[in-house]
């Protein structure tokens, strides 16, 4: 007669099944982990890119609150040059349709060679963005963070009604337009900004 044996086999994983499993469970966590680090890099970038373009919205309205606020304005276009003296062109206001640069008296100002404003797009000492002038255009500070490149042939000033009455009864309206790109962590990213501003005092 034959003897059976009865003995079970003893449950649980195998060493391999083990082993397969970490492997598994590490791939899946690496792979978790490589779209979090993903997540988190778009997110800092989309910040960063934010904050440069809030920076760039508060130059557009510091710019057209001072400009409403002004009168007399001057519009350089063509081969025009920004006077060396300051307020040679406060006596004559001058609309354009194209320009690169405005001068304008600040409304808080008396006639001093601190009281004319000026705007400008295009390159000074060396950089390409828009420029502000408190002293007529002696000496300039640069507007837009190092991030962003005005396109000075795109982007410049709208300027309509600047003549005073009676040659021209319509109420003076300025527009800047700003086209340019955003070159934040290595990603390129091409703007469009506009905005108008017309003249808060009576002028008609």
Not at 112 to 127: E, F, H, L, R, T
Not at 153 to 166: D, W
Not at 188 to 193: E, G, K, Y
Request: one cysteine or more.
């Amino acid at each position: 007669m034959k003897k059976i044996n009865n003995k079970k086999k003893s449950g649980g994983y195998t060493l391999i099944e083990t082993m397969i499993s970490i492997s598994l469970f590490l791939i899946i966590v690496m792979d978790g982990m490589g779209a979090l680090l993903n997540a988190n890099l778009l997110n800092k970038k989309s910040q960063s890119m934010r904050s440069v373009m809030d920076n760039l919205s508060f130059v557009m309205e510091d710019m057209s609150r001072n400009i409403r606020t002004g009168y007399n304005y001057h519009c350089f276009s063509g081969t025009d040059t920004i006077p060396t003296v300051p307020f040679s062109n406060i006596s004559n206001p001058k609309s354009c349709l194209s320009g690169w640069g405005i001068a304008f008296e600040y409304q808080y100002g008396t006639i001093s060679p601190n009281d004319q404003w000026v705007y400008y797009i295009g390159v000074y000492n060396g950089k390409n963005g828009i420029f502000k002038s408190l002293d007529g255009g002696i000496t300039f500070v640069q507007l837009n963070p190092d991030e962003i490149t005005i396109d000075p042939v795109a982007s410049g000033f709208v300027v309509t009604g600047a003549e005073p009455p009676p040659g021209d009864t319509n109420q003076p309206f300025i527009t800047i337009k700003l086209v340019g790109n955003i070159t934040s962590n290595g990603v390129v990213t091409p703007f469009i900004l506009e905005t108008s501003a017309s003249q808060r005092q009576i002028d008609i």
